[in-house]
T-cell receptor, first 114, second 113 residues
Framework: DTGVSQDPRHKITKRGQNVTFRCDPI?????LYWYRQTLGQGPEFLTY????????KSRLLSNRFSAERPKGSFSTLEIQRTEQGDSAMYLC????????????FGPGTRLLVL | AQSVTQLDSHVSVSEGTPVLLRCNYS??????LFWYVQHPNKGLQLLLK??????LVKGINGFEAEFKKSETSFHLTKPSAHMSDAAEYFC???????????FGKGTHLIIQP
């Protein structure tokens, strides 16, 4: 399978714990995006990378959220000191930069904070 | 800044009848517009995209959409609904700025047998 993959697919954690999600993009794609989707809503853009550079992070929801893409391949999204309001689906997408850029999405990681 | 309004939160049609899902957009730039579909417990799948070429865009599974600049609309249609079309559909805009996509709230398509 050469699509976008995410791990884990499901995560249950207790309030106050830290969690980290991983995204592996389509191999030749140089852009990688993170989104959050809450129940009954469309995905909400959080941040994105072009190669290893994080070009936009002002949309991250709070300073508890951070993302990395150290070698320009896979990326991680970390949430520190989780809160119940962080419960959501976290989606990753990748693309090849260009005028006709199209983002391809992974299956998501569903987070439940108890 | 850009935004998307999906005019119906739920649409119900009978199998074999036409589908119309409505979307209006707002963008300060010449936008790229997309429709994505999300089946239960599956990832978002691209149905079709408009990137300033032909205004009538054909997508997968018989869907198509027409870009109308004067009406700022990008409605999704299909001539004949199939049971497998039941899903959540998102109208999406991309234009300048942070390059992240802006999603509508979604339209839940229900197919009656």
């Amino acid at each position: 399978d050469t699509g976008v993959s995410q791990d884990p697919r499901h995560k249950i954690t207790k309030r106050g714990q830290n969690v980290t999600f991983r995204c592996d993009p389509i191999s030749e794609h140089n852009r990688l995006y993170w989104y959050r989707q809450t129940l009954g809503q469309g995905p909400e853009f959080l941040t994105y990378f072009q190669n290893e550079a994080q070009l936009e992070k002002s949309r991250l929801l709070s300073n508890r959220f951070s993302a990395e893409r150290p070698k320009g391949s896979f990326s991680t999204l970390e949430i520190q000191r989780t809160e119940q309001g962080d419960s959501a689906m976290y989606l990753c997408a990748s693309s090849l930069v260009g005028e006709r850029e199209t983002q391809y999405f992974g299956p998501g990681t569903r987070l439940l904070v108890l | 800044a850009q935004s998307v309004t999906q005019l119906d939160s739920h649409v119900s049609v009978s199998e074999g009848t036409p589908v119309l899902l409505r979307c209006n957009y707002s963008s300060s730039y010449s936008p790229s517009l997309f429709w994505y579909v999300q089946h239960p417990n599956k990832g978002l799948q691209l149905l079709l995209k408009y990137t300033s070429a032909a205004t009538l865009v054909k997508g997968i599974n018989g869907f198509e959409a027409e870009f109308k600049k004067s009406e700022t609309s990008f409605h999704l249609t299909k001539p004949s609904a199939h049971m497998s079309d039941a899903a959540e559909y998102f109208c999406v805009v991309r234009g300048g700025g942070a390059d992240g996509l802006t999603f509508g709230k979604g339209t839940h398509l229900i197919i009656q047998p």
